[in-house]
């Protein structure tokens, strides 16, 4: 747990947390679900901090693996990219996006729902119908941190668009875009043919969706981005910084009028292998990572452990 970044760390532990307490107290007899997760908002039990309780709560084992194991495979790398500020704000905010996003879906299938039955009650009435039902209505509950999960998987596949994954159970590698647009597609058509099956894909899509337009806008406007932007402009100065320190040799001077050749050919060779990575990391900066040759990720690398 040492090399995983603060935010990802404490998400994955209070998640753990919730998880024991929710079988802890279940033996007891008090259902956290119930109280803590998402309800309808006609409900009787409905309450507007539920948006963000109910991410930290979920229905079992297989539930939680698969949720946790995604929030540490791609949130450790989105948070070394963004900052631990920005990567709280985002999954927070997704997680509450997926939350309304079910929301609004839970609302139409109760439209849908009541005017199957009454042809005649229309939105005005609806919501007098819903508060008759409203002891009813409490059994649409809705927990979980796929929403904000789905979220940080499509932020990388945004930001790292070519890199290759394993998806099981393709035996080959994909690259992360289409990796992200093939499990969209799965939630999309899961929300359209499975309706009942008790999976919130509603919320799922909903995190996705948010995150799109969440990331689209801050790129699109830096200035609101700045320290989140910066991470990634850091990465790449301090790995440059490093170099310059370690190329750097105190036991190496000049010799005015009687230079020795080897620290000549020192001094050259060191000018040229920092103009090399001086244009690597410009070309990172303007193209991205994945522009990089083999040859010139090699040499990154290669200057990065040099001592």
């Known amino acids: 747990m040492r090399n995983i970044p603060v935010v990802t760390k404490n998400l994955l532990i209070i998640n ?18 119930s109280l803590l997760g998402l309800h309808f908002f006609m409900a009787s039990e409905f309450h507007l901090w539920q948006l963000v309780t109910y991410m930290f709560l979920h229905a079992g084992f297989t539930h939680i693996l698969f949720n ?31 939350g309304i996003m079910q929301e609004i879906a839970q609302f139409f299938s109760f439209y849908f729902m009541v005017n199957g039955q009454d042809p005649s009650i229309g939105m005005l009435q609806l919501f007098e119908v819903g508060h008759q039902l409203s002891g009813q209505l409490n059994m649409w509950t809705t927990i979980g941190a796929s929403g904000a999960v789905y979220s ?24 992360a875009k289409w990796f992200v647009m093939i499990y969209v597609a799965i939630e999309l ?32 406007h830096p200035g609101s981005d700045s320290y989140g932007r910066s991470k990634g402009r850091e ?8 170099f310059d320190r370690r190329s750097g040799n105190p036991n190496m001077h000049a010799h005015h009028g009687g230079a020795k050749e080897s620290d000549w050919q020192y001094n050259e060779q060191k000018k040229k292998n920092q103009e090399e990575i001086d244009r690597i990391l410009d070309k990172i900066r303007r193209s991205g990572y994945d522009s990089l040759t083999k040859e010139e990720k090699k040499t990154l690398f290669d200057s990065s452990q040099e001592r």
Do not use: Q
Request: hydrophobic fraction near 55%.
């Open 235 to 242: 990465f790449f100065n301090n790995l440059k910084r490093n």
């Open 16 to 33: 753990i947390i919730a998880y024991v307490a929710t079988l802890l107290m279940e033996a007891s007899g008090v259902d956290l679900n």
């Open 189 to 220: 058509f899961s929300a359209i043919g499975t309706p009942g099956d008790n999976v919130a894909h509603m919320a799922h899509l909903g995190g996705m969706l948010f995150g799109f337009f969440m990331i689209r806008y801050w790129n699109n």
């Open 68 to 98: 946790m194991f995604a929030l540490w495979m791609f949130g450790v790398v989105i948070e070394n990219v963004w900052g631990p500020k920005k990567f709280l704000f985002y999954y927070i905010s997704c997680g509450i996006g997926a």
């Open 152 to 175: 940080i998987l499509l932020a990388f596949g945004i930001i790292f668009p070519n890199e290759r994954i394993f998806i099981f159970p393709l035996p080959i590698p994909i690259k």
